[in-house]
């Protein structure tokens, strides 16, 4: 385990107190790591500041000693962007977690870092209100760590990501210096918009205190449908048809493969007897009967086209919510099989020539492998899941999977696509950076980074070498 | 007029041929400046390439030779952006205009930066879509002039900026390189998404050349609201109403004597006969009935609470037309006074203070100034416009205005507003720039121009000195 310099120590207990210093090996492995277990953590401490104040003044310390900080929220990322593997101090934003000033005619809240989202979408809930992203790990991902990887999840297609709910964000940047961006102004054309750069750049830009939060107006019934598709070109005429007509609030899809698994381990049932090889399912407001009818009408064209050849809606909100289990409970189905994940996108209308090019190169050099998909196919990402064969061994497995990876990033970048859809780079991915952004790009990104960070603090070693 | 070096004109001429070069007073006129007329334009020259690649070479020669590029599109600016006053080399994109590769699944069409507004939007309607993003000067603003000053306009509440419609941009940065940014990916958590730092830049960062635009579906049958309201509170709260149970795609607001001056110089009659100190104009889908009834109820609730007086809603697409009018016609209506304007942006709930103290000031120190509000209240965004009176000669009326510009900055700085809500900071408001952003941001703007412009040739002098 990392030392901490007993200098910089006391410093530390004096800014924030002694007991919002840790330093015993059970915290440093548990604010050490995130959600990945590709690294070993290995931190030299972990502090816990109560204010913007200490936290500019842990930086301002921390840069007068080189100490790299790793900024941590709910540490539910999937690219190891919160890992501290390398010696450095964990600043957990986990007592920075205020709501405050409600704004009714702007729609906006002020929430510290450290807010849980689930604690944001019941604050939102309890003034007539909503925040719409939601994803999985709602229940422990903190607002800052969404800000800094611009969570997406299973709205993406009618709400956005998170950065299009930042109406103001607050940073320290690697000099200890306060940066309030945008200030929850609607309309701010006056020079470079700041608070997009910081928003998905992993907190290597600086940390985030603060955010504005944008609210909207609570969604009404929602009816869900699954749809069984011959192919994935029939899953996006599908998308296609009813994008035109009905106003989606999340456009997923499956295969057959994963429906088997989830129905298999979970107390669910298949939604329909025939057998598909994929599943798209859909969310849409019933904002009256009309939207009902438009959705049958929509269903019955599409069955007609040959694109659709089953199909169920739900008719009550329980059955809305099973559903969605489908889909949403294949991560936790897989995990048993120490699944490899990737999480990759293109644009949307190319996801079905991605997907076979990606099934081909994997069949054809390891066809014991099974490829489990799904994904938030309305936004073209995608969710690439290998199950490990049991005969395998795991390491043996990984090796294998680092080869698949340059083939699917190979596929990627010949489609224009993107090497993290939705995840970020964080330490997993940078390797693979190139795939999806050029050599000059990635030295603007670095030239950026040494105007807010110059002494090179601020999550040294996430999204690229610096 | 500034004298372009002949060999550099020599060299131009070989990029895009010789009758792309323009050098005559009419055209440096024509091409040097924007709608503002504070400036005498002044470039060296206007080139039109007709294509990426004589970009990339026009940039690469003036490199080598330290001369300064302005970017040119439809020249709508109100905030001096475009203007080449100082002997610059003009580079217009009326040329690049290709509307291409449109995509029904993803809804996405490429677009070569001169392409005027209007284009794509009557583009989207043959293809059953439609480009939400619309302002007066749609007619003759360019895709690339827009992305570059962020354009907002009259359905922000419901559409957002232009920045929000940009599914991808390419640019061409100070060094002559192509950076092609985001792709049209949905999701894309692949590094800094340097794409939303080039949007609103104002050409500062690099020539934008081509963008992938977003579209939507179009909207359905749309109804218009006039609403008469004894003060700005209450109109606030009558957004708030509204927007609670209606999704609005426009709410604007102008004050009585616009409404005089517009009804006095335009075709067109009063919404109703009682007269009030403020009007709101609201438009919303009437996705059906409901919608309809939802709208007279919330009418009804406001007028029990006192918030409006009087109103009317649009039986028709002609009516709606011209009630729309009352309020687009303003800005023409008022030329002739050669206002000052300003635009300006606080967060929503603060408008009605903010104007308060706007007025105040105003109306103590210039008690013959009339002051014209209007603007796009739903986002915070309003426009101050102040008659020159008759007595008072320009030039004097011009320096009375320059002290009411501080004056009205100083305020907007104190309720942490923008100097520049949607028109862009460009020559006009860069001495204004710190009463919205802190020194550490202007630095960091700064460097991150160095980025992307090492020659500093990119629109220097635009926004910030550089």
């Given at each position: 385990?990392a030392?901490?310099?007993?200098e ?8 924030t ?7 015993d ?10 959600w990945?277990?590709?690294h ?7 502090v816990?500041p109560?204010s913007?104040?200490?936290?500019q ?10 100490l790299a900080?790793?900024?941590?929220g ?6 190891a962007g ?12 986990d007592r920075i977690?205020?709501i405050?000033d ?15 989202t689930?604690q944001?979408?019941?604050?939102a809930q ?6 719409p992203?939601?994803f ?13 990887t611009?969570?997406g999840?299973?709205?993406v ?7 299009d709910?930042?109406?103001?964000v ?12 945008n200030?929850g ?13 910081v928003?998905?750049?992993e907190?290597?830009l600086?940390?985030?205190?603060e ?11 929602l009816?869900?449908m699954v ?11 599908v998308?296609?048809?009813?994008q ?5 609030s999340?456009f997923?899809f ?5 429906l088997q ?7 669910l049932?298949r939604?329909?007897?025939s ?7 859909l969310?849409?407001?019933v904002?009256?009967?009309?939207a ?6 929509l ?6 086209q ?6 169920t ?8 919510q099973n ?11 897989i995990?048993p ?5 990737n999480?990759?996108?293109?644009i949307?209308s190319?996801?079905?020539?991605f ?17 489990i ?7 073209g ?21 680092g080869?698949v ?18 995840h ?9 950076l190139?795939?999806s952004?050029?050599?000059?790009e990635?030295?603007i990104?670095?030239q950026?980074k040494?105007?807010f ?8 070693g ?5």
């Amino acid at each position: 385990m990392a030392q901490i310099d007993t200098e910089v120590l006391a410093a530390l207990q004096a800014i924030t107190g002694e007991d919002r210093v840790l330093t015993d090996a059970e915290n440093l492995q548990y604010y050490g790591q995130d959600w990945t277990r590709f690294h070993q953590p290995a931190p030299c401490a972990v502090v816990l500041p109560g204010s913007i104040e200490e936290v500019q003044s842990i930086v301002r310390l921390a840069g007068a000693h080189q100490l790299a900080l790793v900024p941590s929220g709910g540490r539910t990322g999937l690219s190891a962007g919160a890992v501290a593997a390398k010696g450095e101090l964990v600043v957990a934003m986990d007592r920075i977690n205020h709501i405050a000033d409600f704004n009714p005619v702007d729609r906006t809240v002020r929430c510290g870092a450290g807010v849980i989202t689930e604690q944001l979408q019941q604050y939102a809930q309890g003034q007539g209100l909503c925040y719409p992203v939601d994803f999985a790990s709602a229940g422990s991902s903190q607002i800052g760590g969404n800000i800094a990887t611009n969570a997406g999840g299973i709205k993406v297609i009618r709400h956005g990501m998170t950065r299009d709910w930042v109406a103001g964000v607050k940073l320290v940047t690697g000099t200890g210096e306060l940066l309030d961006l945008n200030r929850g102004l609607i309309k701010n054309n006056a020079g470079y918009d700041l608070r997009h750069l910081v928003i998905g750049a992993e907190g290597t830009l600086g940390l985030i205190v603060e955010a504005t939060m944008q609210l909207d107006r609570p969604p009404g019934d929602l009816a869900v449908m699954v749809l069984g598709a011959p192919d994935m070109g029939s899953v996006m005429r599908v998308l296609a048809a009813f994008q035109r007509d009905l106003e989606l609030s999340a456009f997923e899809f499956f295969s057959e493969l994963a429906l088997q698994k989830v129905v298999a381990h979970q107390d669910l049932q298949r939604p329909f007897e025939s057998v598909s090889d994929y599943y798209a399912l859909l969310e849409f407001e019933v904002v009256d009967e009309a939207a009902m009818e438009r959705a049958m009408t929509l269903f019955e064209h599409c069955v007609e086209q040959g694109w659709v050849v089953d199909g169920t809606v739900s008719q009550s909100v329980a059955q809305a919510q099973n559903l969605w289990r489908l889909r949403e409970d294949i991560s936790e189905t897989i995990t048993p099989w120490t699944p490899y994940k990737n999480d990759i996108s293109t644009i949307i209308s190319k996801v079905p020539d991605f997907l076979a090019e990606v099934e081909a190169v994997v069949n054809s050099n390891y066809p014991d492998f099974e490829i489990i998909w799904f994904g938030h196919i309305g936004d073209g990402n995608v969710h690439l899941n290998i199950l490990k064969p049991d005969a395998l061994a795991v390491e043996t497995f990984r090796d294998q999977c680092g080869q698949v990876s340059k083939w699917v990033f190979e596929i990627v970048q010949r489609y224009g696509g993107s090497v993290s859809a939705e995840h970020g780079v964080g330490l997993l991915k940078k390797e693979y950076l190139t795939y999806s952004r050029s050599p000059l790009e990635i030295e603007i990104m670095k030239q950026i980074k040494l105007a807010f960070d110059p002494h090179g603090i601020m999550n040294p070693g996430k999204i690229f070498d610096f």
